[in-house]
């Protein structure tokens, strides 16, 4: 089968052997009420609340969206406004932690009998994807098409990142139980873990927990990114092409980040929500890097001081990978259900960019077989029609052009404009 382009990338897998550690408990969490992509949370308590760990703090009718749940026990201080990486604002819950981490008694293993019940289950304990896409997860699990195969996405191709990994290795049972889970309720007859080569401790752990479960496939795939766009991933494991418009069960097919699925094993068995996750803390202005077990709502600078982070030398500060990741702009953001690392670097210059020379490695870079410059031509030129002849909406903003580029140009973030651009077109 064809291999779809990409570009070869320096991993840094600083903290590969590093086992996760949980982070003392910080004295305040900012808990905003949007971490998924629909509408925000309405709060449903009020300053001078007592809450306990696990307790539902905030929640919403809307469709795209999940509640929001406390990691800590503590008193609500106050109800803010919180303004989210899109622009949007939503409210905020802060809360001063009491040390005591007293769980909330509304916490129990829930009773799942059949695929209903099951979905409400996933619902209420606040899961959404956790490879960054922050899609509520059992709007994901309930498509109106038939689906055959599952497939988990444990490649963590983005340099750096390897919380994923230490979830594969530390706990692969989890990984396989909750793979059983989605299997057994929405009965899907098969699964397939993908991951990449150059985890081969992960691949031999996890083929050895799926011997005795012939439904369940571990899949090695090449080294070269982005392997964990859904796109790419359904290609390479199945040799399916989603088409431009379709979603992933057009083809038969649902994607599952690896520490979600994850996740639903631990919940299932304990009932407590999704009120932390492990976050990869790493970069050249990091003095201890590790993978670290957050409370959601963490100041990002309780996690960076944690790491020993030499904020004097930090250049650049962000959410996920390099190649994906998201400018933090304060260190008094808090952690979100999608971030999964925190990245402090020091050697980053943002490139003086030259005239495009033509040369086509964007082209042959990209991994959906775009033609960047044309949709440049088209964006400058404002044409929406030319747009969407160039297939725009099928760019990932995975960076590969820009990562492949000479000419140092920002070819990502004109794709990415350009899009934005051709979809407030079509809707108008």
């Known amino acids: 089968m064809k291999k779809l382009h990409g570009v070869k990338l320096a991993h840094h897998k600083n903290t590969e052997n590093s086992a996760s550690v949980s982070l003392p408990l910080p004295k305040l969490l900012r808990i905003p009420m949007s971490m998924h992509i629909g509408a925000p949370c309405t709060p449903i308590v009020k300053p001078k609340d007592a809450v306990q760990m696990g307790q539902k703090i905030g929640d919403t009718d809307a469709f795209m969206a999940v509640p929001i749940h406390t990691g800590a026990s ?39 009998t059949d695929k209903e019940s099951f979905l409400q289950a996933l619902r209420e304990s606040g899961l959404v994807g956790m490879g960054g896409a922050s899609f509520p997860t059992h709007v994901k699990l309930a498509p109106k098409q038939k689906v055959d195969t599952l497939v988990i996405n444990a490649a963590e191709c983005e340099p750096y990142i390897t919380s994923d990994y230490r ?6 049972d989890e990984v396989i139980d909750g793979i059983l889970q989605v299997l057994r309720w929405l009965e899907i007859p098969k699964a397939i873990i993908g991951i990449e080569a150059n985890k081969p401790e992960a691949i031999r752990v996890l083929k050895e927990k799926s011997k005795a479960y012939p439904e369940i496939t571990v899949y090695t795939l090449p080294t070269v990114y982005p392997q964990g766009a859904e796109k790419v991933l359904i290609y390479h494991t199945l040799g399916r092409v989603v088409m431009e418009g379709q979603l992933p069960a057009d083809q038969g097919v649902i994607v599952m980040n690896v520490s ?18 492990m976050v990869t803390v790493d970069g050249d202005a990091v003095k201890k890097p590790c993978n670290v077990i957050v409370p959601m709502g963490t100041p990002v600078q309780d996690v960076l001081d944690f790491a020993a982070c030499d904020m004097e030398r ?3 500060l962000l959410y996920g990978g390099p190649m994906m990741g998201i400018a933090i702009p304060d260190i008094m953001d808090p952690i979100l259900k999608a971030n999964n690392a925190i990245l402090a670097l020091e050697k980053f210059e943002s490139p003086k960019a030259s005239a495009c020379i033509h040369c086509g490695r964007c082209v042959q870079a990209c991994p959906l077989n775009l033609m960047p410059t044309e949709i440049a031509k088209a964006y400058r030129n404002r044409d929406a029609e030319a747009l969407g002849k160039r297939k725009v909406t099928l760019c990932m903003n995975c960076g590969c ?12 973030e004109t794709n990415q404009l350009a899009k934005n651009f051709y979809l407030s077109s079509v809707q108008k």
């Open 401 to 412: 052009c820009t990562y492949a580029c000479p000419a140092k140009r920002p070819v990502a």
């Open 260 to 277: 979600s699925v994850a996740f639903v094993s631990r919940y299932l068995k304990t009932g407590m929500p999704m009120v932390q996750r």
């Open 167 to 172: 979830q594969m290795v530390e706990a692969p």
């Open 74 to 112: 503590g008193i609500v201080k106050e109800i803010t406004t919180y303004r989210m990486a899109n622009g949007r604002t939503c409210p905020m819950v802060v809360i001063e932690t009491d040390g005591l981490q007293t769980v909330s008694t509304s916490v129990q293993p829930p009773k799942v």
């Open 314 to 316: 930090v250049k650049k």
